[in-house]
């Protein structure tokens, strides 16, 4: 950190009175919040045929529900993440989630496509608050335990990402596609009142005595200056691209014979990717203990391996089961590194700094996604496997490469 920083830190520790304290169950709560945020962004994956037969959408709209909710969460990423670093977080993430509520509100009571859809994109838009309450949480652990924290609450996001798909199924199942959402906005408004109660009114990272554009530019500028932060951000492409790879597509060969699973069936998939990262948040503490770059190269390698049982999908579900768990295990190990390591960089611009790579990730998620329906299509499951080891490998390849740089990179890498 710059001298201005550690200036800035002491002014801030002085005003709180008292070093970052951050307890157990604060830390199960920012969790719990942030898998209830970011499943709102996934919420509308097993809807999409019930909202367009309702509000009487053609197949072009309603693939638009799913790509303004993305598109929403993007610019969230850089236009809203960076304001952790300039205002009150804990007001920051009040105010964000009442304003969810009243997003979530909109979609469900949407009379028409056109309400729906703007509905999505500011849902979208402000479910970013998961990564605000990230950098919050970093910056309240201890140094010596930011890697557990954040690998618990990191492990809460991805929790909330896969089994998005299975909780709405079942509420849509049981009282319609509408109820997921009202469901949602109940209880993002009661997690807006408990946090308002129990967040400490100070943050551990210190405010940027910033405006809003100088706030916007010194997030790219910060790419510029920080190699650590490009090239965790490229394996946090990599890593994600691979993850949305077999998610995107996994349904369609579930779907076809000699299987036939239904949508719900399928979903219950995200069930036992939550064992992989449940399993992964232990990355935080060996980046705690100093082997972040052992756990990167042993998980990168293992994301790669993954996609050999997951080849044989077709053949037993066994080996689809074990393939899930590896590569949800090895994706949650790479990103808890990456956020842990990235947030050390510059504690004073960690909103900053989690919001520009999260950025990267979208990219890698939709960069995954779009190759994996063109190629089920064009060449079957087999293809789709190849690219997801495919940028698996690459990772594991571009580790190798920075590992056997320059010393001092090779510390911190």
């Not at 008292?18 to 709560?29: A, C, D, H, K, Q």
């Not at 303004?68 to 977080?89: C, E, I, K, N, S």
């Not at 009571?109 to 979208?124: D, E, K, R, Y």
Request: with cysteine.
């Amino acid at each position: 950190m710059s001298g201005t920083g550690e200036a800035v830190a002491r002014q801030a520790e002085a005003r709180s009175g008292e070093e970052p304290v951050l307890s157990r169950g604060i830390v199960v709560l920012f969790a719990f919040a942030c898998a209830a945020a970011v499943a709102n962004v996934y919420f509308s994956q097993p809807l999409l045929v019930a909202m367009g037969d309702d509000l009487a959408m053609s197949p072009a709209l309603v693939g638009g529900i799913v790509t303004l909710t993305h598109v929403g969460y993007g610019l969230g990423l850089f236009f809203l993440v960076p304001l952790g670093d300039m205002a009150d977080r804990r007001r920051l993430v009040v105010a964000q989630l009442l304003l969810l509520v009243a997003a979530l509100t909109a979609v469900a009571a949407a009379p028409t496509a056109a309400v729906l859809l703007a509905g999505m994109a500011a849902m979208g838009l402000l479910a970013v608050v998961t990564q605000t309450l990230v950098a919050f949480a970093a910056s309240l652990a201890p140094p010596a335990a930011r890697g557990r924290v954040v690998g618990l609450v990191t492990g809460g996001v991805v929790i909330g990402i896969l089994l998005a798909r299975t909780v709405s199924g079942v509420l849509a199942d049981l009282a319609g596609w509408r109820s997921v959402y009202l469901a949602s906005a109940s209880l993002t408004a009661l997690l807006a009142l408990v946090l308002h109660r129990v967040l400490p009114r100070h943050g551990g990272a210190p405010q940027a005595v910033l405006r809003y554009g100088q706030l916007l530019r010194s997030t790219v500028s910060l790419f510029v200056r920080e190699p650590l932060l490009r090239l965790r951000a490229l394996f946090g492409l990599l890593i994600f691209a691979s993850f949305s790879t077999l998610w995107s597509s996994v349904a369609l060969p579930l779907g076809e014979p000699p299987y036939s699973l239904s949508h719900t069936a399928v979903g219950m998939l995200g069930l036992i990717g939550v064992v992989g990262a449940l399993a992964a948040s232990a990355a935080g503490r060996l980046n705690d203990r100093g082997l972040s770059g052992r756990t990167t190269g042993t998980a990168l390698a293992l994301l790669a391996l993954s996609w050999l049982p997951l080849a044989f999908t077709r053949n037993s579900l066994w080996a689809l089961v074990a393939g899930v768990i590896l590569l949800d295990l090895a994706v949650q190990a790479v990103h808890v590194t990456n956020q842990t390591l990235i947030y050390a960089l510059r504690p004073d611009a960690g909103s900053r700094l989690i919001g520009g790579y999260m950025v990267f990730y979208s990219v890698g998620s939709a960069t995954g996604a779009i190759g994996a329906t063109a190629l089920y299509a064009a060449a079957g499951w087999g293809a789709v496997c190849a690219l997801g080891a495919g940028f698996g490998g690459l990772g594991f390849v571009l580790w190798l490469v920075t590992r056997r740089g320059a010393a001092a990179g090779a510390r911190r890498v």
